[in-house]
């Protein structure tokens, strides 16, 4: 298995512009999350879907931030306008439904100057 | 106060010594992860447990339920074994969310030649 794959791994981008970060999970896994990583506060969940479906975004730090699962093979995490301190490394993760185990992709270290 | 408190915050090592880092947490939990990271690099699941003990080559986790206390031990620690560790926990919170992972800030494992 390929594992979870993001891209693009680095992205570096100016105040202002629109952003989209993309994750594959693991085939069969029907849990998605959206992880960001900063040196300040860590690691911190931005959303969850199970089945395609959001359950929970309550991490999701304002309206600029929005996320998308249109099947169970894709996700898109999207910054709209993005601002300097949104830079940080973004993780997504899988997992099967009533399993606890998360497996985390490689991230996208996002930069905007 | 922290839910999930590592200890120590920076470990530096000899290769060869044994490697012990701790992790408290306050909450009733489901399952507890023991995550690591590379510098600049993703976040790699070692272990997932809800009781006892496990190990994998020369890593060995354990978890004390009652006293909401876990170690992971590094055993023949070598040079390649620098990296950061998480402990994370999903907690049994009211309301049934079974997928929230709460992490610790992360333990830096610094392990010379």
């Known amino acids: 298995d390929a594992g979870v794959i993001q891209s693009p791994r680095h992205e570096v981008t100016e105040m202002g512009q629109e952003v989209t970060l993309r994750c594959k999970p693991i085939?069969?896994?029907?849990?998605l999350f959206w992880y960001r990583q900063t040196m300040m506060r860590g690691l911190e969940l931005l959303i969850y879907f199970n089945n395609n479906v959001p359950i929970d975004d309550s991490g999701m730090p304002e309206d600029r931030f929005s996320a998308k699962m249109p099947n169970a093979s894709f996700s898109t995490l999207k910054i709209q306008p993005s601002e300097p301190r949104d830079s940080a490394v973004y993780f997504c993760?899988?997992?099967?439904?009533?399993?606890?185990?998360?497996?985390f992709g490689p991230g996208t270290r996002l930069t905007v100057l | 106060k922290n839910e999930v408190e590592q200890s120590p915050q920076n470990l530096t090592a000899q290769e060869g010594e044994f490697i012990t880092i701790n992790c408290s947490y306050s909450v009733g939990i489901s399952a507890l992860h023991w995550l690591q990271q590379h510098p600049g690099g993703g976040i790699v699941s070692l272990f997932m447990?809800?009781?006892g003990k496990k190990k994998h080559g020369r890593l060995i986790a354990t978890i004390n339920i009652q006293e909401k206390h876990s170690s992971l031990h590094i055993t023949a620690s070598h040079p390649r074994d620098s990296a950061v560790y998480i402990c994370a926990v999903i907690g049994t919170y009211s309301g049934g969310s079974n997928y929230k992972l709460t992490f610790g800030k992360g333990t830096l494992l610094t392990v010379n030649p």
């Open positions: 085939s069969g896994h029907n849990s």
């Open positions: 993760a899988s997992s099967l439904a009533g399993n606890y185990e998360q497996f």
């Open positions: 447990l809800s009781s």
